[in-house]
């Protein structure tokens, strides 16, 4: 099992930047973790993702060059730096984990565990 707890969300100007983190804990190994986002009517989207092997990351075309994932492995916690920020990016954000080191990482039905999510709220 895998618990994920995200935090940092909040209320920002457009232009703006947040950080939100992602607290891993749990006795099973978090291969590859994601986060994504659900604005009010919409599904959810896949916005960044990290392998933990060679610490590969990959981002969606709507937040590349503005977004970054990390993790600090001593803290068992993954980033999520947003930069720049804009309404469109309103959402709530969600931390997933999956088990599998070569799952496919954009895709929600692979991930494994998933966090309660965090509001993110841009203000033109």
């Known amino acids: 099992q895998v618990q994920l707890v995200e935090s940092g969300g909040g209320l920002v100007q457009a232009g703006g930047s947040l950080r939100l983190a992602c607290a891993v804990s749990?006795?099973?190994?978090?291969?590859?973790v994601g986060w994504f986002r659900q604005a009010p009517g919409k599904e959810r989207e896949w916005v960044a993702a990290?392998?933990?092997?060679?610490?590969?990351?990959f981002y969606s075309d709507s937040v590349k060059g503005r977004f970054s994932i990390s993790r600090d492995n001593s803290k068992k916690t993954i980033y999520l730096q947003m930069n720049s920020l804009v309404p469109a990016d309103t959402a709530v954000y969600f931390c997933a984990a999956d088990r599998d080191p070569h799952g496919a990482y954009n895709v929600e039905g692979d991930y494994d565990y998933w966090g309660q999510g965090t509001q993110v709220t841009v203000s033109s």
């Open positions: 749990g006795r099973t190994s978090a291969n590859t």
């Open positions: 990290m392998r933990r092997s060679g610490d590969r990351t």
